[in-house]
């Protein structure tokens, strides 16, 4: 038997819908080159969405406004609490409002270094164009962006870029945009045009003679499992952070969909490319469920540091100041508290390590505002992140403005995700991928504010385009129905997959398999990634999978409302999701963004990418539970912008 | 900390339902509320019974899922989601009573579980300014006032989850339609649609079974996101003027 890590390679994968030219005349081009339905026609088509945050619930209103059918799947009790609505900071745009140098082609550039050169060139230079009607269409909406005394829209600028781009609403700009895209999908949903499925979750997906024609979902209260019918499948179903077990996604986000998907032949792109942000709320104990993001602003003003010592656990106040560590500022004295997500994240985690970490576990470092209380005053502190204190006094009952913060990073944000040609097709036809759930926009590392600035172009704008063209050529002809043999295997195999969760009846919950999973990826597979780590974690996984078969508990029965089911059910996926995430760390033995092989580093401890071996997006086929999986290549050109290596010493 | 917990408990929407007494131990002060109801499901689940259903998702207090009334109060003692409800505001020895919204337009679907699809309709009536995609005009076209945009945000803070109705004597739901009729009234890009959104959500309200407004104020007490009682009546003003125009013309 050949072990998972010997995968094989395959041949390249390339994406064969960006047409070639200018890059500022590939969107425009290719938007003629589509395809277009016939609107009377465009009834006759239907198109299954799964998901309903921002890429999802833009994506099934404007297909549902175009003429088609739209088939609609949340697993949340209505639209309108996907987990979009967590987005705090903002959403970039090129509007240049500021008249401070921003334009199409800098939020491009931005956008493709701050990636570490590992997306596609098109995709990204077409999400740089888009943005500016993004904030058209929100501000139609009624969406209540921040503005100023004259009426016009506020900006302020985020995560490091010079100009000022990221339009928002104080800190629940998430919460407003998916606001909006819910009211225009409920204005859909009341016409008629969107049959909506609340508390219904997408378990398998059906291809049909080598096309995606439907899914299998299971409805949560009754337990019913049943099959849904289109021309095209659009997944929407978001990021697989919740693979960690703790992170800052909602509890029930999920990589089932995705997953399934890939097992059906969908090829999964750069697994192993997660963000994990430096400002969360440390965890307090075992019985941590989800971790708490707070925005990243608070590092424009706040100094992180530990004491020098180890193991000093005198309380903060009574720590001298010759006897505290400013680590980032000693290590990186030009950019200081403001350098990279990833880079202040695994500074962290080496002071943690070294044993110099506070609180609980000694998992946290300080975020400390005293000194911009000294020099700005107390009012001034406030007015800026007021918000941010109560948030952190709510949850740790400590007053920030007394003791400093405690904070430490957590994973928030999956750039990996299904392989999407610039179409946002999947290799399977008819599946398309949109938002987090695909891998396009955002290469090895995610600029802030850039989340909700791709959700919405996917949804809005791109999928609505490109999905004529695949519709147009191939126009509704038959149903396929429940009784077709391909539907009846996949409908059986799910079925046996949950009955056999039931019979189990072992010793386990499925909570405890999840944070046994999350902390073995989280050690292995986290912020900093080795060789021999990685293969210690690509044999543990298997005997964890094998142990879940033999001692989950799942109690009740599968025809009712069973919250156990539904986990253990996701658990499933993870674990074999978490093995191909490992198993891309292992073969990237380079570092880049948010992927850190402590093998491959500059003297001075940065990361060291390697463009002429790993230049390319790595696109994972799928060959059976355990199996080794098949790598094909997309190799990246860079034509615009010039890999440099990033330095912020 | 040690805790009795009496928890609503009910098979399904038909069934009846009965309060059952659970305890817990060894539960931290950090905890949430709902880490703290993990501790008593995984307790359930190893002894071979049925954990307790209840709403969750963000446990950030955003997404508006989770939703308990917790010793009589919606989201229970302090003003945030039951989410954000830390077990430091219970004591040790302290006996806990855990209930779903109770409120006819809400039924229960399991134990702590209730339909708030209600509310969806609500909106799907005329919570939305019809924009489609590609229609828009340059954002800068139209400037909002600030203290318009200001008011208008404040409204739109929302989390619809419904504590509202349930700390509503007569579960009405009037905070929640107010709140959105005024986020999107007071906007110049809803002045078009102005009065059949007033009037289609009040009647859209009425038709789900939702009790009438007697101005009690415990819906603003309740609200986790602070949506004052004035919203109220805002959108009474609002509805008064969409009939009297509707009535002239």
Known sequence: MTSYADYTTGEPVADTKAPAGPINERWDKRRFEAKLVNPANRRKQTVIVVGTGLAGGSAGATLAEQGYRVVQFCYQDSPRRAHSIAAQGGINAAKNYRNDGDSVHRLFYDTVKGGDFRSRESNVHRLAQISVEIIDQCVAQGVPFAREYGGLLDTRSFGGVQVSRTFYARGQTGQQLLLGAYQALSRQIAAGNVEMHPRTEMLDLIVVDGRARGIVARDLITGKIDTYFADAVVLASGGYGNVFYLSTNAMNSNATAVWRAHRRGAYFANPCFTQIHPTCIPRTGDHQSKLTLMSESLRNDGRIWVPKAKGDTRPPNQIPEDERDYYLERIYPSFGNLVPRDIASRAAKNVCDEGRGVGPGGQGVYLDFADAIKRMGRGKVEERYGNLFDMYER??????????????????????????????????????????????????????????????????????????????????????????????????????????????????????????LGELLWEFCGMARTDS?????????????????????????????????????????????????????????????????????TPDGEAARKDDEFGYAAAWEFTGTGEAPTLHKEDLVFEYVHPTQRSYA | MKLTLRVWRQKNAGAEGTMSTYEVDGISPDMSFLEMLDVLNEQLILSGEDPVAFDHDCREGICGACSLVINGDAHGPERTTTCQLHMRSFKDGDTIDVEPWRAAAFPVVKDLVVDRSAFDRIIQAGGYITAPTGSAPEAHATPVPKPDADFAFEHAECIGCGACVAACPNGAAMLFTSAKVNHLNVLPQGAPERETRVLDMVAQMDEEGFGGCTLTGECATACPKGIPLVSITSMNKEWLRATRRAAKR
């Open chain 1, 395 to 516: 949850i740790t009952a400590e007053n920030p403005y007394e003791v400093p913060m405690r904070i430490y990073p957590a994973v928030h944000y999956t750039m990996g995700g299904l392989w999407v040609d610039y179409d946002l097709q999947t290799t399977i036809p008819g599946l398309f991928a949109v938002g987090e759930a695909n891998f396009s926009d955002h290469g090895a590392n995610r600029l802030g504010a850039s989340a909700l600035m791709q959700g919405l172009a996917d949804g809005y704008f791109v999928l609505p385009a490109t999905i004529n063209d695949y519709l147009a050529r191939h126009p509704h002809k038959d149903e396929v129905g429940a009784d077709h043999p391909v539907v009846q295997e996949v409908l059986a195999e799910t079925e046996d997959r949950l009955n056999l969760l039931l019979a189990v009846d072992g010793d386990r919950t499925p909570d405890s398999f999840h944070r046994e």
């Open chain 1, 533 to 601: 780590g990685l293969r210690k974690a690509l044999e543990r996984i298997p005997q964890i999978r094998e142990e879940f078969w033999r001692r989950i508990k799942v109690p009740g029965t599968g025809e009712e409302f069973n919250q156990s089911l539904e986990k253990a059910n996701r658990i499933v996926d993870y674990l074999e999701l978490a093995e191909l995430m490992c198993l891309d760390a292992l073969h990237r033995s380079e570092s880049c963004g948010g992927h850190f092989r402590e093998e491959s580093q």
